[in-house]
T-cell receptor, first 113, second 112 residues
Framework: AQSVTQLGSHVSVSEGALVLLRCNYS??????LFWYVQYPNQGLQLLLK??????LVKGINGFEAEFKKSETSFHLTKPSAHMSDAAEYFC???????????FGAGTRLAVHP | ETGVTQSPTHLIKTRGQQVTLRCSSQ?????VSWYQQALGQGPQFIFQ???????GRGNFPPRFSGLQFPNYSSELNVNALELDDSALYLC???????????FGQGTRLTVV
C-alpha cells in the first residue's frame, strides 16, 4: 500500500538557519508529490509539487524540494528560516496522479529567535 | 486566496445526529475531494467527485456520503455521528487536467 512517512513530528530551528523537513514515500509507480503548509485554524496551502519534470522543484516562500527516486525521498528545504515559517508541514503523494492525496502525519516547524 | 469556501466554519453536534457540510469549488473546477483531519494527524482521503459522480473512495464507512451539484459545489453528509468523527473536514477542488488541489479553510466538527 502507498504511504508517506515524515521523519520528525517536531522540528525546531533558529531564525536564519537551514530548514530540512524529511519525507519518504512508498509507491509502485512514479507518483506526483506535494508539500503543503497549514497555519493554525486554516486549510492547506500548496508550497510546491513534483509532477515528473525537473527533480529539483522550487516553490513559494523560498522553499524547494528534490525528488530522489533511488531513495524514495522528497525532502523539503529552505536555506534561511524566518519566524513566519512556523507552521505544520505535510508531505503528500498522489500515486495514481489523480489528486487523491495520501498525506504524511505532518511536521510542526518551530522557529525561535 | 484559493476560492474554495466551506460552511459552516465550526459546529457542534451530538452523538447519533446527522450533519451536512458544504463546499463551494473554485470557479471552473469540476472535481472535488473531501478529507478528514483528526487532531494532530494528516488529512485522510474520504472521497472524490467528478462531474457529479463519485470517483474514488477512501477507507470510510457508508455513513459518510456525498453529493456534487451541477455547479460543482459539494456536500459531505455524515449519519449516526460518533465521537471519533470530531475533526477538521477539508474540501479541495481541482480543474480538469490540473495537478494542484486547492483547499478550503475547513469545517471544524465537534461531536459531544
Amino acid at each position: 500500500a502507498q504511504s508517506v512517512t515524515q521523519l520528525g513530528s517536531h522540528v525546531s530551528v533558529s531564525e536564519g538557519a537551514l530548514v530540512l523537513l524529511r519525507c519518504n514515500y512508498s509507491s509502485s509507480v512514479p507518483p506526483y508529490l506535494f508539500w503543503y503548509v497549514q497555519y493554525p485554524n486554516q486549510g492547506l496551502q500548496l508550497l510546491l509539487k513534483y509532477t515528473s519534470a525537473a527533480t529539483l522543484v522550487k516553490g513559494i516562500n523560498g522553499f524547494e524540494a528534490e525528488f530522489k527516486k533511488s531513495e524514495t525521498s522528497f525532502h523539503l528545504t529552505k536555506p534561511s528560516a524566518h519566524m513566519s515559517d512556523a507552521a505544520e508541514y505535510f508531505c503528500a503523494v498522489s500515486p495514481a496522479r489523480d489528486n487523491k492525496l495520501i498525506f504524511g502525519a505532518g511536521t510542526r516547524l518551530a522557529v525561535h529567535p | 486566496e484559493t476560492g474554495v469556501t466551506q460552511s459552516p466554519t465550526h459546529l457542534i453536534k451530538t452523538r447519533g445526529q446527522q450533519v451536512t457540510l458544504r463546499c463551494s469549488s473554485q470557479s471552473g473546477h469540476n472535481t472535488v475531494s473531501w478529507y478528514q483531519q483528526a487532531l494532530g494527524q494528516g488529512p485522510q482521503f474520504i472521497f472524490q467527485y467528478y462531474r457529479e459522480e463519485e470517483n474514488g473512495r477512501g477507507n470510510f464507512p457508508p455513513r459518510f456520503s456525498g453529493l456534487q451539484f451541477p455547479n460543482y459545489s459539494s456536500e459531505l453528509n455524515v449519519n449516526a455521528l460518533e465521537l471519533d468523527d470530531s475533526a477538521l473536514y477539508l474540501c479541495a477542488s481541482m480543474g480538469q487536467g490540473n495537478t494542484e488541489a486547492f483547499f478550503g479553510q475547513g469545517t471544524r466538527l465537534t461531536v459531544v
